[in-house]
């Protein structure tokens, strides 16, 4: 089956800790993104990658960093020098510009 | 002020009802796209639509480019329909990026 997985479900981070979100797809999109979901807000841009060994930062890139290396996967950190980590974060691909995007199952991420 | 305002925030319904929800937005945009999230968390592609109108099962979104709004019905709700709908646009331009409404929490009740 073609889709987007992320792992893991839940997450837990000690203050000061860099953590590793991973996201997987197999549908051959060229295009891959993270969000970050808060209540009461809608999704936000976290960075974004159009294609392999490149990726450009959305609106709130600040504490993150991420990676390109193959088609299929876009790894996030979420580093210390993120001070609001507790968020639910959304990875998505779609074929190209304009396109549909598809969402994986999502990552809750809780700093003890 | 948010570029993608969503309304009502909450509804409730009761099965069988007509539902309604509204987005409107204040950019010029190249398409616009209602999304489900259920309360597990994950969010699927309902429609995308740049024109006119598009229905799948009993569910149909519009668009009215002129007045920057669009919404989407569901047609005899049912519970499983109990979701938050999100509207998203994409700006204008060669990009994917989009810009997302805050969503609708749907509650239909037996």
Same mark, same amino acid.
């Given at each position: 089956d073609g889709g987007i997985t992320q792992s893991p479900k839940y997450l837990f981070r000690k203050e000061g800790q860099n953590v590793t979100l991973s996201c997987e797809q197999n549908l051959n999109h060229d295009a891959m993104y993270w969000y970050r979901q808060d209540p009461g807000q809608g999704l936000r841009l976290i960075y974004y990658s159009q294609i392999v060994n490149d990726f450009q930062k959305g609106d709130i890139a600040e504490g993150y960093s991420v990676s390109r290396e193959k088609k299929e996967s876009f790894p996030l950190t979420v580093t210390s020098a993120q001070k609001n980590p507790t968020a639910f974060y959304l990875c998505a691909s779609s074929r190209g510009p304009v396109g549909t995007q598809y969402f994986g199952p999502g990552t809750r991420l809780l700093v003890l | 002020k948010?570029?993608?305002?969503?309304?009502p925030q909450n509804l409730t319904a009761q099965e069988g009802e007509f539902i309604t929800i509204n987005?409107?937005?204040s950019v010029g945009i190249s398409a616009l796209h209602w999304l489900q999230q259920h309360p597990g968390g994950g969010i699927v592609s309902l429609f995308m639509l740049s024109s006119g109108k598009k229905k799948h099962g009993r569910l149909i979104a519009t668009i009215n480019i002129q007045?920057? #709004?669009?919404?989407? #019905?569901?047609?005899a709700s #049912?519970?499983?329909?109990?979701?938050?709908?999100?509207?998203?646009?994409?700006?204008?331009g060669n990009t994917d990026k989009l810009i997302f409404g805050t969503g609708t929490r749907l509650q239909v009740f037996p």
């Open positions: - | 948010n570029e993608v305002e969503q309304s987005c409107s937005y007045e920057k #709004h669009s919404s989407l #019905h569901i047609t #049912h519970p499983r329909d109990s979701a938050v709908y999100i509207c998203a646009v994409t700006k204008g």
